[in-house]
Each structure stands twice: as structure tokens, then as C-alpha cells.
Nanobody, 116 residues
């Protein structure tokens, strides 16, 4: 059973930075894509950033230039570096992995709160 464990969330002031980590129970190269999603209260869960097996990345327009997704295959971990945080970035952030068979796996989520 695939397990994804997120960490690194917390409370930060606007303009600050946080780095989220998503540790997978197996090799991250067993997944076709891995990504970060977020869900604010009363809103849908939306894609923030994703990275493909070949290293290609894509970002939501709202975070381009501020957030960076990366991976460390030796640690089976995907990261989300978040800089210049804004109050509207406040949400629960979830890690998602999609297998080659298109099976989707989710982590439990980590809360990010940005104060103004």
C-alpha cells in the first residue's frame, strides 16, 4: 500500500517562506506524476504544482515565480518550496501521486496558515 506523508506546514507571516515535504513509501519513480494540491475552507481542492517522471513541472498561475516543486529520488521525497507567501495561500496542502496505471494516492494533508 502506497503511503504519502506530508510535513513542513505551519504558521508564517505574509512574505515568509515554508518548505513542504512529501515522503513516499516507495520509489518516487514508480509514479507517473507527483504533485501538490491545496484546499481552502469552502473551496475545491486545486492543483498547485506537479512534477512528472521526466522532471517536467507545471504550476498554477497564482504561484508561478513564488513556489518551486522539486524531488530527491534518494529520499523518495518531493518538496514544495513556497516563498513570498500571501494570506490567500492559506489552505490544507495535500501531496498526490499517480501511478502508471492511473491509480491516485493522497497524503493526509498539512495546514499552511499565512497571517497578514
Amino acid at each position: 500500500q502506497v503511503q504519502l506523508v506530508e510535513s513542513g506546514g505551519g504558521l508564517v507571516q505574509a512574505g515568509g517562506s515554508l518548505r513542504l515535504s512529501c515522503a513516499a513509501s516507495g520509489s518516487i519513480f514508480s509514479f507517473n506524476t507527483m504533485g501538490w494540491y491545496r484546499q481552502a475552507p469552502g473551496k475545491e481542492r486545486d492543483l498547485v504544482a506537479a512534477i512528472g517522471r521526466g522532471g517536467n513541472t507545471n504550476y498554477a498561475d497564482s504561484v508561478k515565480g513564488r513556489f518551486t516543486i522539486s524531488r530527491d529520488s534518494a529520499k523518495n521525497t518531493v518538496y514544495l518550496q513556497m516563498n513570498s507567501l500571501k494570506p490567500e495561500d492559506t489552505a490544507v496542502y495535500y501531496c498526490k501521486a499517480v501511478s502508471w496505471r492511473n491509480d491516485a494516492y493522497w497524503g493526509q494533508g498539512t495546514q499552511v496558515t499565512v497571517s497578514s
